[in-house]
């Protein structure tokens, strides 16, 4: 059982979620989906303590030894990217069943458990494999069902959305499927450790700078990096309000995880970084996500609007970090992408109580709404404040590794933008709190009461996972260097 | 001449990514853009079957002497088709829907609707 861990972290959701779908009742399907995502989270943990305790685990599929056969490898970095992925999806299915009673009908509502457990087995997927075709095809199967999840939302221009997502996902796709193609095309292994020890001896070909552009572009387009986060607004303000906190703490930061996984893993910073000008474009881009994204999420009169733009910008600072190419810049990418997850799908869960209490999420319907929905709204600040980056969130955590490797490069002009994207950030957080908090409720919203406990225990347990970064977090900042360490050093 | 005649597979498979591609980003009805991801795809497909190609090489069985044509590529590719005609029947079924929910399929006249709404 153990030694087989790595491929049940996949086959049970994968086989989970037709069973789910022949069930069929809607309440007997609910509890099926959540006993499989709750094994799936027990299985992670499982995987990120022994990956702690032992070092990188490596699975052979079927038997046959890579880099001829599949190979399912995790390391430091993937195991915290599969604890992160098992432990949003199964707060976001903890917090489901009320919140989509209100948005989808409900004789659909075992077809949602069912695509939600594949989109799980996907993103689970990417971040065990060790084979690029296998990431490709994962990447497809939580793709796929994150499209329909989205076009399930409750209003028409979920469909619209969605198709549009669809279109540029699978642009970006085939992006990567053409990137891999070229890799396999001068290396004849699709195995990423292998392609890595192959790689130097290639030679600086024009096939490998096109190969790495062409696999970027596409994870760019997947993980909404600035400006190529077209999709990211309309899915996520139109997407059923479980489904914006799940896809914003995994689909996107699995994307990242492969960029960090590709260009350092497998291409090496001297490689990726040194003889392509990848750093400084992406140095650009990531610069003006957290600023202009930041801006633009201020203008927003829809709530989850303007978390969507929010969380283009956090992924700027991912971008940032991964772009800063020293052990620190590294660790607060990888602490940004756990902290940010955690922080954006519980703040899109507090704001899914809301909507189901208030039927909106505009910000005219949230007056006085800290009063009469105390502990949510509670969530939600802390979301915020983790946004900001105020002392004690994880929000700070990463500000303060990126502001310290910013200065060990010499880049005073990063550090500005840092701040001033926090002071934006600022912004558009106190213009919530400020209706929440210090305006008088509506009459219309005298009957409202506090949301159901289960969508309250989700929501907390993960704003309180961004507290607990936040406050007792250098354990967690000791595993996020060890990782960084790791990516740089299996550089050549 | 060999850059032309040599490297046939891949201008062909170029063309079609480009064809594809702009057709994606230009045409404003939601089938055509189907079309286009389409062909965007079938590029791809012909890259990697390209790339497998032995010249004068047989299918790969096992039958004595001869030069056999690299399985895995097209291998590759039928899984990739398997992906391709999954994100076709999703795309055409949101575009049923959408015509159900809008009565068009046209984005200039979708976003004009959105946006009076």
Known sequence: ?????????????????????????????????????????????????????????????????????????????????????????????????????????????????????????????????????????????????????????????ALTAAFQYLVLGTLGATFILIGIGLLYQVTGTLNMADMARLLPGVGRTRTLVVALAFFTAGLALKAAIFPLHLWLPNAYTFAPSVVSAFLSGTSTKVALYVLLRLTFGVFGPALAFEWVPLRTTMTVMGSL????????????????????????????????????????????????????????????????????????????????VGRRM????????????????????????????????????????????????????????WRVVEVAYFRAPDDAANGVEEAPLAMLVATWLLIGATLYLGIFGSAAVGVAKRAAEMLLQVAP | MTLVLGLFNYWVAIFLMMVGFFTVIWRSNFVKKVIGLNIFQASVFLLYLTMGKVHGGTAPILNGSGVYTHPLPSVLILT??????????????????????????????????????
């Open chain 1, 374 to 429: 105390p502990v949510t709204t509670a969530a939600w600040l802390v979301g915020g404040l983790g946004l900001i980056g105020v002392p004690a969130t994880a929000g700070f955590v990463t500000k303060w590794y990126l502001v310290s490797a910013a200065l060990q490069g010499d880049a005073w002009v990063l550090v500005v933008l840092i701040i001033a994207s926090s002071l934006l950030a600022v912004a558009y957080v």
């Open chain 2, 80 to 117: 990739a088709i398997v992906v391709g005609i999954s994100t076709t029947a999703v795309a055409l079924a949101f575009i049923v829907r959408i015509r159900e929910a809008y009565g068009t399929i046209d984005e200039d006249e979708l976003q004009q609707l959105d946006d009076a709404s």
């Open chain 1, 1 to 157: 059982m153990d030694h087989h861990l790595l491929v049940l972290q996949v086959v049970i959701p994968l086989c989970g979620a037709p069973l789910v779908l022949l069930v069929r009742h809607r309440v007997a399907s609910y509890w099926a989906a959540l006993t499989v995502a709750g094994v799936a989270l027990g299985l992670a943990a499982r995987i990120v303590y022994r990956v702690a305790t032992e070092g990188t685990l490596s699975y052979a599929l079927g038997g046959w030894v890579p880099p001829w056969g599949i190979e399912y490898r995790v390391d430091l970095l993937g195991a915290v990217v599969v604890g992160l992925v098992a432990s949003v999806g199964f707060a976001g299915l903890l917090f489901a069943p009320r919140s989509i009673a209100h948005e989808i009908a409900h004789e659909r509502h075992y077809l949602f458990y069912t695509l939600y457990l594949l989109c799980l087995t996907g993103l689970l997927g990417i971040s065990v494999t060790g084979d690029f075709f296998n990431l490709f095809v994962f990447l497809e199967i939580a793709s796929l069902a994150g499209y329909v999840l989205v076009g399930l939302g409750p209003t028409k221009r």
């Open chain 1, 289 to 368: 996500a957290i600023v202009v994204a930041s801006a633009v999420a201020i203008y927003q009169s829809d709530v989850k609007r303007m978390l969507a733009y929010s969380s283009v910008a956090q992924v700027g600072y991912v971008v940032l970090g991964w772009t800063l190419m020293s052990v620190n810049g590294l660790t607060a990418a990888i602490i940004q992408l756990v902290s940010h997850a955690f922080t954006k799908a519980g703040m899109f869960l507090a704001l899914g109580c809301m909507v189901l209490r208030l039927g909106s999420a505009d910000l005219a319907k949230l007056r006085g």
